[in-house]
Structures are given as C-alpha cells and as structure tokens.
C-alpha cells in the first residue's frame, strides 16, 4: 500500500556538516574503532549530559546487557519495569537471570510513578528499570532514585527516547545508577542506524566497562621492557564485587563516533522543534475530546512520538479512515509484554496493568519523524480534522 505520509524509521536526516564530518572520519581515523572519535564523542556527550561517566556502545540494547550484566542477579532476583516499553528494555535482564515482575503507567502521563513502581516491590527486587517513554521524562524520577537508594535497589533508566530532556535543571540519565541512550535511525538523533551510550554514577562501574565492552582487553599493569613482550595486550576477566564477568564485543565505529559527536551540537533545535510542533498539533485538535493527547510545552518532553488515547473506542474507525482514506501511517504502540509469547513462555504472562492494557487498546501513534515538510504536515493535521469531523 502506498502511504502519502509515512511511519518513516528514520527519525531525521543529515547536514551537510553531518555528512563532512562522516566522510572526515572515513578518511583519517585510524583505526576505524576505539580511537580518538570514541574519547571525544564520550567527553563531549558527559559535557552535554552532566554525566561522570559515558561509555559508546553499538546499540542501546548492548548498554541494557551490560547493565543487567553488572547487576549481578542471584536466584530468585526480581525487577520491576514497566509493561509498556519495548522489549530491549526488559529481555537482557532475564537473560542476567532476574525475575520480572509488571509495573503499570500511570494513564495520563503513559510512564510509571513510585506509586505503580513500590506496588511491585518485595524483599527479592534487585533492580528497577524505568522507561522515560514517547520522549517525557517521568515527573517522579528524583522520587524514584531516592526510594530506590533508601531501599538498596539498583535503578536503571531507559533513555532511549528521551534524550535531551530535562525536569528541575536535571537531565534524564542522570538520576539512576545506570543511564541508557540509544542512537537508533528511529531516535532524536542517530548515528547510522544503530548506537548507544551507557552512563554510571560509581567508579567501580566505569573501571570495568572498557573491559566487558571490548573482549576482557586491558593494559598489563607492569612495565614491559619491549611493547610485544609477552602480547600487544593483556586479557583478563573483568571483577564487579568480587565476581568474575565475561567480557562483550560492543564497540561503536569512530565514523559512528565522530557523528555522534556532531549530532549532539542539533539534539536541543531539533527536540525544541519537534515539541513546538507537537504542540501546535495538540491544541489544533483540542475541539475533538474523542482524541486525548499529552501536552507538555517544556524541555520535559521531546517528543520522539506523537501519540493519542482514543476514549469510546473509536480507535480503529479513526485509523481505518487515517490509513485507508488519507493514506496516512498511523501506528499502535506498544503491545504490553505480558502479552507476549516470549514472555509467556519464560513464565511472565501475568500482569496487573490495567492502565497499560488500556491504553495501549485505544491509542494512535501519528507520524512524526523530524524531516517531514511543513507540507505534509498541514495535510496530516487537516486530514484528522476531517476525520474527526466526520465520526464526530
């Protein structure tokens, strides 16, 4: 079927600074991993971010595997995360070993609260995950940080889609022992397709994750009196609290890097860009009550997607008329995991999520990549005004 507007997986495109800076990189690093593109781009991004430590990675899922690695999980271990994400936010710490337990959203702003979160709390939760989702950062992070370290849980922070965000002069990434960003081609900014970046508070995190991130490689830590003598490098097992871990291959290209980099000099513009037009959107559309958006005109949300409940269950007469008539892409998002057969067979089918369930059974997500013209834009806001005229 041919769509006049996409659900375009690119989330925006490229300068042509972007693409000199590419190119640049392709010619002169040396190597093309694991050089001065990878330090500056890490330097660049704590500066950005206020963060102590950063660490590039080839993709977001990696910075969450290397985050339930240093978990630590023992039998029986559990976390709580939201049902409402996407999967690369929950499966790496099953894969760790820990035990899932649901957490709900709260239904207005469609992330978790420390009201859902401590609802799920038992004397074998390890970790939280929370998930700054649609590009809003959760209103009760500090909260959440502050019971978590009273309780003695780990709390990690899935940013993927919320970079840029801030609540009170404090970015999201920054609450939790753990940060997650990802540079996916679907993101506020990518590099290439894939990227992520870790973030951590601790030193005893930040001293292991070059080894677990690239193969166990490290310095010998003596001086050798000729460099090949007894190996270009040396090769251990990375130790977190007295446990041995097995080291990952999770570089990010310099070309990646050097990219990267440049994208975080935009981030802001085009965040503050998509958030004015979201906005604009929202209040155009205010009339109809049937349609049920998040409105928030602040550095508190991005944006990264558009999204509306839809009360009376009109949610597939609304999409029927936007996909088949209009020929716009709209899209549901996201199937609560519980949901899932790969949840269900590894025994976490059950959830008391009704808010999740809800939402999730009546909402819409427009098109909303960066580089749609002004154009199909207009045409994408009248056409679901014509829509909801019509169903009105």
């Known amino acids: ?43 660049k991004f704590c500066e950005y971010n206020e963060n102590e430590y950063s660490f590039s990675l080839c993709n977001a899922t990696a910075a969450l595997e290397l985050a339930a690695q240093m978990c630590l999980f023992k039998d029986g271990d559990e976390i709580v995360t939201p049902s409402h994400t996407f999967t690369s936010s929950v499966y790496p710490f099953v894969k760790k070993g820990a035990k899932v ?8 702003t469609r992330v978790v609260t420390l009201e859902t979160i401590k609802k799920c709390i038992t004397s074998k939760t390890k970790a939280i995950v929370v998930v700054h989702l649609y590009g809003f950062i959760i209103p009760d992070i500090q909260k959440i940080a502050d019971f978590a370290k009273e309780s003695n849980i780990l709390l990690i922070e899935d940013v993927a889609q919320a970079m840029g965000t801030s609540i009170e002069g404090k970015k999201a990434g920054t609450f ?29 995190y930040a001293d292991i994750i070059p080894m677990l991130r690239h193969n166990g490689h490290c310095g010998f830590d003596y001086e050798r009196e000729h460099y090949w003598q ?25 070309v990646e890097c050097a990219l990267g980099g440049k994208l975080l000099d935009r981030i802001d513009e085009m965040n503050a860009q998509k958030r004015e037009r979201a906005v604009k959107f929202i209040d155009a ?3 109809f ?15 990264h997607l558009l999204v509306a409940y839809v009360k009376n269950g009109k949610r597939d007469e609304i999409m029927k008329k936007l996909v088949y008539e209009k020929k716009i892409k709209c899209v549901v998002q996201y199937y609560p995991l519980n949901r899932y057969p790969l949840y269900q067979k590894l025994g976490f089918g059950e959830a008391n999520c009704p808010n999740a369930d809800e939402f999730f059974d009546n909402m819409i997500s427009f098109p909303f990549q960066h580089w749609m013209s002004d154009e199909d834009f207009l045409y994408m806001l009248e056409a679901t005004q014509e829509v909801m005229i019509e169903l009105k």
């Open 101 to 108: 337990v649901w957490a709900d959203i709260d239904f207005d």
């Open 1 to 43: 079927m041919e769509f006049k507007i996409n659900f375009s997986g690119t989330g925006h495109r490229y300068t042509k600074e972007e693409i000199d800076t590419v190119v640049e990189a392709m010619q002169n690093a040396d190597p093309l991993t694991q050089g001065k593109y990878r330090d500056a781009f890490e330097k």
């Open 176 to 204: 939790g022992d753990f940060g997650i960003f990802s540079f996916h081609s679907h993101k506020n900014i990518t590099t290439l397709g894939e990227g992520g970046m870790l973030t951590v508070k601790e030193k005893k």
């Open 289 to 303: 009550d049937d349609l049920v958006f998040h409105k928030v005109a602040d550095d508190r949300h991005n944006y």
């Open 230 to 254: 007894p190996a270009m490098g040396e090769l251990d097992l990375p130790n977190l609290n007295g446990e041995n871990l097995l080291p990952n291959n999770y570089c990010l290209g310099e």
């Open 285 to 287: 559309l205010k009339e």
